[in-house]
């Protein structure tokens, strides 16, 4: 059935407080009120939901990533009122987050065993997350469902045999916030992802978009881990086959999947030391999404003396390097940037920065994209109207 983006606007308004971040923007903050949806223990159900219809993927797909706080309060309704009077049709929403919470009640079994649902005490409910699925179909926008992987320090601390460990004692290593990572070469850590998206997808998100598919980016890893599960394997070729093994398994639920990368994966020809290499990944997925913000390519990348203050010459050179790149792959996944709309470092970014970003895209042929602001604070005059 389709329904007019106007015809169900009040419904809208019965989605309900809060706000988080993650890799993307290194800007991750907390929002201190409390979601409305958390309910007594006494009374949590999990019911098996009911087939339902998926937004089908737009041919140009322009979105907003929605972080777990927002998703949970009623600014979601202010983001969705966007999508509705923009080019926005997608919102990117976090379903587990780079803390390891999961956004609803989950039937997952993992999920549940660590309390992934329940952790910090709010969760949307099954009624509230329907609405907003619905909302969303009714008003044709599409709705991803943005599920973390490695980065889970609640799971890598109730399972610690799936945690990477350190030399010295075996015990898990820690990355410089005093957190523990998933051992990426851990199956488990896969197939508890694909447990996610395909819950996720049967709820009524049309795509999944997997991000932290690496080891974590800190030199220190190397001298300081082992991996006893390596096999001689390179980093790369891990990330790779765990990729593949995502898509093998979701493929028979028809589930899209689709990955978040380092934006400088596309020019550096290494695998940086976090096993993202783009020969290696981009034949593994259906879309990838390098993450090409101008604020993260150190101060000499592509000749520029700061990259984040020539968005354009950076989105420029980094895209032209991904179809370079991209062209002698078999196979290769559709490309859709993430841009910048956050300030880290100067110069602020307004929404002359965010349009030149758009339109160095453009110019390189990708009408796709999605805004990032770890905050989903978004400059509303970077956006066209809807037409």
Known sequence: ???????????????????????????????????????????????????????????????LYVNRW???????????DIANKTEVNALVIDVKDDRGF?????????????????????????ARLRAVLDTMTAHDIYPIARIVVAKDPLLAQKKLELAIKRKSDLKPWLDKNGHPWLDPHQRAVWQYAADLAREAYDLGFSEVQFDYVRFPDEKRLVSETVYPLSNGRQRAQVIREQLGFLRSTLKPTGVRVTADVFGLTATD??????????????????????MVYPSHFARGTYKLRNPNAHPYETIDKALKDAIRRSKPVANAARIVPWYQDFTLGPPHYYAEHVRAQKKAGYD????????????????????????
């Open 1 to 63: 059935m389709t329904v007019h983006r106007g015809a169900l606007r009040a419904l809208v308004l019965a989605v309900s407080s809060i706000a988080c971040a993650g890799e993307h923007g290194g800007l991750a903050t907390r929002a201190s009120a409390k979601a409305s949806s958390t309910v007594s223990s006494a009374t949590r159900k999990v019911d098996t939901p009911a087939p339902v219809a998926h937004v089908p993927t737009p041919d140009t797909l322009r979105g």
């Open 70 to 80: 927002v998703a949970l309060g009623s600014r979601l309704n202010r983001l969705i």
């Open 102 to 126: 999961v956004l609803y009640r989950s039937r997952v079994p993992l999920a549940r065993e660590i309390g992934a649902d329940t952790a910090d005490g709010h969760w949307m409910s099954a």
């Open 269 to 290: 020809t290494t695998d940086m030391g976090i096993g993202q290499r783009w020969e290696m990944f981009v034949d593994q997925v259906d879309v990838v999404l390098p």
């Open 364 to 387: 390189n042929g990708f009408q796709s994209w999605i805004l990032w602001n770890p905050k989903s604070n978004y400059t509303i005059a970077a956006l066209e109207p809807r037409s």
